[in-house]
Structures are given as structure tokens and as C-alpha cells.
């Protein structure tokens, strides 16, 4: 399998980190060595951490990189070929065998309803059957959301890049798409489909680069509350609590803060905001108790 090839590819892992960081995607060297391992092997990058570390965002800013369409698949349990692949449109066929059953061989009528005038293109067609001037990013998201039937069926299109129609025959892509896969980890992934990808693990920024992120992604932050409110986030993150904080959690308390004209964390605005951490019901009843000793040495008290 060739490189994918376009004039927009990094031509270094250095390259690939500067241009994260001018569309204010603030990775590290590890994450910019496998895409640009990626990109030059034209392999899968799977791509496994917490929810809300920049796992989604990464694809997302790549596509921007390469200047490439991005095209997502959101997985989900019961996923199947019709929603990720292809369907036919059976109201059109009906409709065009009905024209032409009095005036055209029956025969000739059913060859030409399985064409692809009559086919709904999902994500996984739309991104091998491509004829894009650069190569789409093919974005699959939370592969472990879905079930080891589906995971089984992207064998055929993680290896060889094509897609296998009974009625059209094998689609193998011309430029491969560069794909990423996602995955928080509720449930383990088949290492057959490991097998086929580059491997990358994000986990929870230390809490300078957490800070770098806050003041990249959200800028709205005065610099202070962006580290004092990082700051709150790690002390949560150190309680035992059913889901701790994200990053993406992190820039919407800054946010959230920030509009409500905060230059420094307040107890009585973090615990008003504090639904812009924490997601459940026992976690904020949990973390209420510690708000004011969190919020002191936040501050630095």
C-alpha cells in the first residue's frame, strides 16, 4: 500500500507538531510521531484514552492539516452495514421498476435498479469510493461502542481498503483515506483489528500542558483563572468520583467562568458551575464537600 500522497503531508514529525499547534491542538512528540508514522505507512491510527483528552479533536484538527474532508463514523451498539456502509434505496427502485415494468425487459429493469444511481453512500463508502483531490480523513469514533460483528466487518476495510457489494462487486479505494480510530475503553477492541492500526494512548495532560491547552482552546480565560481552574480540575481528578473531569470538561468550566466575568476561581461561582465538570448527581454531592479547600489551594492558598 502506497503513502498517502499530497502536497499538504508533514514531512516531519516536528512539521506535525507545529501545525497542531497553529490550529491550537497542543499534543506532544509521542502523538505527532504515530501520524506521521500514519501517514507515511498509510495505516489506521487507533487512537485509546479517557473521554474528553482530544481524541476526537486530533482527527478532527488532521483533517484541517491535510486540508482533507473529514468524514465521521459515531459508533454505537447495533451499528450495521446499512448505517456505516451502504443501503439500497428501495422507494426509488420500487418507483423505477414500476416506470419501466410496461415498457422495458424485467430483467433488464432489476439490473438496473442495484446501480449505483440507487445507492445511499455512508461513511466507510463515502470514504474508500473517494475521488477527493486529497484523501479524506475517515474519522471512526468509539469503535468500542460497537459490536464485535461490526469490528469483524472492518477487517475487509482496514486491510485492503475496500468494500465488498454482492450486487456491484469489490470498491477498493484509489487514495486511501487516512483513518482514525477512537476508543474510551469500555470495552476491550479485538486485537485483529489492533493488528491493522498504529497504536496511541492520550492520557490526562500533566498540569503545565493542561494549562497550555486551556489558554490555546479557550482564550476567553483570563491566564490566571485558565491555571487556577486547571488546577481545581487536577485536585478532582485525585478524588474517587464515578467520572472524573476531561480536558474538554476543563475548557467548558474555563468558559463558563469566564462569561460570568471571573478573572479567579470563587468558591461560590465554582460550586454554582460546578455541573460543567462533573456530570453526576454523586459526584457533585461529593465534590460540594471539598469545593472550599480545592478552591484554596487552587489559588495557591
Avoid at 479517557?50 to 484538527?61: Q, R
Avoid at 470498491?171 to 496511541?200: G, M, W
Avoid at 485558565?226 to 468558559?255: C, F, I, N, Q, S
Avoid at 467562568?257 to 461529593?286: F, H, P
Wanted: a negative charge.
Amino acid at each position: 500500500m502506497t503513502e498517502v500522497a499530497s502536497p499538504r503531508v508533514p514531512a516531519s514529525i516536528d512539521e506535525v507538531l507545529e501545525r497542531l499547534g497553529e490550529r491550537r491542538y497542543i499534543g506532544d512528540r509521542a502523538l505527532a510521531t504515530s501520524i506521521f508514522l500514519a501517514l507515511k505507512l498509510a495505516k489506521p491510527l487507533f487512537i485509546e484514552g479517557e473521554a474528553g483528552v482530544g481524541k476526537t479533536e486530533a482527527a478532527k484538527v488532521m483533517a484541517d492539516v491535510l486540508g482533507a474532508r473529514l468524514i465521521r463514523l459515531q459508533c454505537y451498539e447495533g451499528i450495521d452495514i446499512a448505517h456505516a456502509v451502504y443501503e439500497w434505496n428501495y422507494p426509488r427502485q420500487l418507483l423505477h421498476i414500476r416506470l419501466l415494468n410496461e415498457t422495458a425487459d424485467r430483467r433488464v429493469a432489476e439490473q438496473e435498479i442495484f446501480s449505483h444511481e440507487f445507492l445511499l453512500r455512508r461513511p466507510l463508502l463515502d470514504a474508500i469510493d473517494n475521488d477527493d483531490p486529497v484523501p479524506p480523513v475517515l474519522l471512526i469514533d468509539e469503535i468500542d461502542r460497537s459490536d464485535e460483528e461490526f469490528e469483524a466487518f472492518l477487517l475487509e476495510v482496514l486491510s485492503d481498503f475496500q468494500i465488498s457489494i454482492p450486487e456491484l462487486g469489490t470498491i477498493t479505494a484509489q487514495r486511501p483515506p487516512f483513518v482514525v480510530i477512537t476508543s474510551n475503553r469500555t470495552r476491550e477492541v479485538h486485537d485483529a483489528l489492533k493488528r491493522r492500526c498504529l497504536y496511541h494512548w492520550i492520557d490526562y495532560p500533566g498540569l503545565e500542558k493542561e494549562i497550555a491547552i486551556v489558554r490555546a482552546r479557550a482564550p476567553e480565560a483570563a491566564e490566571q483563572l485558565a491555571r487556577e481552574v486547571t488546577a481545581l480540575v487536577h485536585g478532582l481528578r485525585e478524588m474517587d468520583l464515578y467520572k472524573v473531569p476531561g480536558v474538554a470538561e476543563t475548557l467548558d468550566w474555563a468558559r463558563s467562568l469566564a462569561v460570568l466575568g471571573a478573572t479567579r476561581l470563587d468558591a461560590g461561582l465554582v460550586d454554582a458551575t460546578l455541573g460543567a465538570a462533573l456530570k453526576y448527581q454523586e459526584d457533585l454531592e461529593r465534590a460540594r464537600e471539598s469545593i472550599p479547600a480545592l478552591v484554596e489551594k487552587a489559588r495557591g492558598g
